[in-house]
C-alpha cells in the first residue's frame, strides 16, 4: 500500500462480481486501472479511481424495476408533452448530490443506441411491494426512471413483517395530474402535483365497509357501521371533523403521521382514506378503484361494498354494502332501527309473552313441542346450517371488480352517476 489511508465503499446491495477496467487489455502491458466495474444484486457501479475521494459515474442505464417487487402496472399513451418533462424536473431536484458523482463520462463503450419509432409519448407508472411509485419514459429505446414517490413516509413505521403498503390498484388523471393509489392494507391516498416543497396537515376519513355475513354474524357491528356511515354522509361539510367526532376511530392496518408533513416537490398527498378493521379482522383488499377530475370524487369497492369520496370537501359521500348495490332503494335511505340491542328486544317479547292471559293461550296438541322448545331447535337448525355453508357463502362472496364516473342526463340539472360491476 502505498498510500497512508484507506478507502472504504458503502455499495446499496450485496456485490456479486467486479472487475477494474484498464487502458490496454493486454495482461503484459503495465496495468494501470482507471475504474471498476462492481456488478451488484441490485444495479451496476462504476467507481472511478482517478478522482479525488473515489466517485461513482453516473449511471446512463434505467434502475432495476424490480429493486422492490412490482405489484401493479399501468400503461399511458399519448401523454401530454409537458407531463414527462415535468416529472423529469422533480425527478432531478430528489436525487442526491451531484458533488459524489464523477464528471467524466460513462467508461464502457460498446453496442449502438436504436432509433425510437414511437410518434407519440408513451408513460408507463409501477407501484412495489414497498409502497413506492416509480414513473418511466416509455417512449425510447430503453426504459429511463422519472421520477419515485415513496407513499410510506405518510405512515407510522411498522414493526411487522406484513406489507401493508404495497400498491394494488393505481390512476392518473394525465390532465390534473392527479395519483390515486390503493394499498394492500386498505387504504388509499390522493395526491396533487405540485413543483414547489411545501409544508401541510393531511386530511384523514375513516370508515367502514361491512358485509352481508358480517351483518348477521354482529348486530352491535352492524349497528356501529351503519352509524359510522351515516355520520360520515350527513356529517359536517368539513367532513373530517364529521369523523373525528365518534366516539373512537377504528382499527386500522396503518396510522397516518400526526401533525404537519413536509411534502417534496413533486406528488404530495392531499388526502387519505383508511378502512377499519371488522371483528379484529383487517379489511379487504382493493379490487376497483376510479377518479373523476370533472366532479373531483374517487370511488373505490372491495369485496364488502363501495367508498365514494369528496377529494375538494374531503369528506365521504357514500359508503354501502355490496347487498345494498342490488336494492332499488336510494342507498342513503336507512330503514328506522330501535335503539335497543337484540337481547333487549328478545327480553321485551318474552315479557310480553308472560303478561298474556290464560284465557287468551292456546293449549298445547298432544305430541308438539312447546314454544320455546321449538324456537331453541329452529335456532339450532339454523346454526348448523349457517355454519355448515359459511364457507361456501364466503367464496361466493360478491365483489366490485370495476368502477366507472358516467354522466347521467335521468333528471333535468344532470349530474354524475357511479357505475359498478361485481362478480
Given amino acids: 500500500m502505498r498510500g497512508k489511508s484507506v478507502s472504504v465503499l458503502d455499495m446499496a446491495s450485496a456485490i456479486v462480481d467486479f472487475i477494474p477496467l484498464c487502458d490496454t487489455p493486454h495482461v503484459a502491458d503495465f496495468q494501470a486501472p482507471y475504474a471498476v466495474a462492481v456488478l451488484l444484486e441490485k444495479g451496476l457501479v462504476v467507481v472511478d479511481l482517478t478522482s479525488a475521494g473515489y466517485p461513482c459515474f453516473e449511471n446512463p442505464y434505467a434502475m432495476d424495476v424490480h429493486e422492490s417487487p412490482v405489484t401493479c402496472c399501468r400503461y399511458l399513451a399519448d401523454c401530454p ?38 410518434s407519440y409519448p408513451e408513460m408507463l407508472v409501477t407501484g412495489h411491494a414497498d409502497g413506492s411509485v416509480k414513473f418511466w419514459d416509455a417512449s425510447a429505446v430503453m426504459l429511463q426512471v422519472l421520477y419515485t414517490l415513496k407513499t410510506g413516509k405518510l405512515f407510522e413505521r411498522r414493526t411487522t413483517t406484513d406489507e401493508p403498503l404495497a400498491i394494488s390498484r393505481l390512476v392518473l388523471c394525465q390532465d390534473s395530474r392527479v395519483l390515486v393509489v390503493a394499498a394492500a392494507g386498505g387504504h388509499v391516498v390522493v395526491f396533487r402535483f405540485c413543483q414547489h416543497e411545501a409544508t401541510a396537515d393531511v386530511s384523514v376519513v375513516h370508515t367502514t365497509l361491512l358485509s352481508e355475513l358480517d351483518e348477521h354474524a ?52 392531499d388526502l387519505v382514506c383508511l378502512l377499519g378493521w371488522v371483528d379484529d379482522e383487517p379489511p379487504a383488499p382493493v379490487s376497483s378503484l376510479a ?47 330501535t335503539p335497543l340491542s337484540r337481547k333487549e328486544q328478545d327480553s321485551r317479547h318474552a315479557s310480553d ?48 371488480v370495476a368502477l366507472a364516473f358516467v354522466d347521467a342526463y335521468t333528471k333535468r340539472h344532470g349530474g354524475c352517476s357511479v357505475a359498478a360491476d361485481t362478480s
Avoid at 408533452?81 to 424536473?89: E, G, Q, V
Avoid at 463520462?105 to 436504436?114: A, E
Avoid at 339454523?382 to 365483489?399: D, H, K, L, M, P
Fill in 291 to 337: 377518479y373523476s377530475s370533472a366532479y373531483g370524487t374517487v370511488a373505490f369497492g372491495n369485496d364488502n361494498g363501495l367508498v365514494v369520496l369528496d377529494c375538494l370537501q374531503k369528506t365521504l359521500l357514500l359508503c354501502v354494502s355490496t347487498a345494498d348495490l342490488y336494492g332499488t332503494q336510494d342507498p342513503h335511505a336507512r330503514t328506522p332501527r
Fill in 353 to 400: 309473552g308472560a303478561k298474556t292471559p290464560p284465557s287468551e293461550q292456546r293449549p298445547t296438541p298432544a305430541g308438539a313441542l312447546e314454544p320455546s322448545a321449538a324456537s331453541r331447535l329452529d335456532k339450532d337448525a339454523a346454526f348448523s346450517r349457517s355454519s355448515s355453508v359459511s364457507s361456501t357463502e364466503t367464496a361466493f362472496r360478491e365483489a366490485v
Fill in 218 to 269: 354482529s348486530a352491535d357491528a352492524h349497528d356501529a357501521g351503519r352509524t359510522r356511515s351515516s355520520q360520515g354522509v350527513s356529517g359536517d361539510k368539513g367532513g373530517v371533523q364529521g369523523q373525528a367526532a365518534l366516539s373512537h376511530d377504528p382499527k386500522t392496518s396503518v396510522q397516518v403521521r400526526a401533525g404537519a408533513h413536509k411534502l417534496a416537490p413533486g406528488y404530495q398527498a
Fill in 81 to 118: 408533452p409537458d407531463l414527462i418533462p415535468a416529472l423529469y424536473s422533480v425527478g432531478a431536484k430528489a436525487k442526491p448530490s451531484h458533488a459524489a458523482r464523477s464528471s467524466g463520462q460513462w467508461p464502457i463503450k460498446g453496442g449502438k443506441w436504436g432509433v425510437s419509432a414511437c
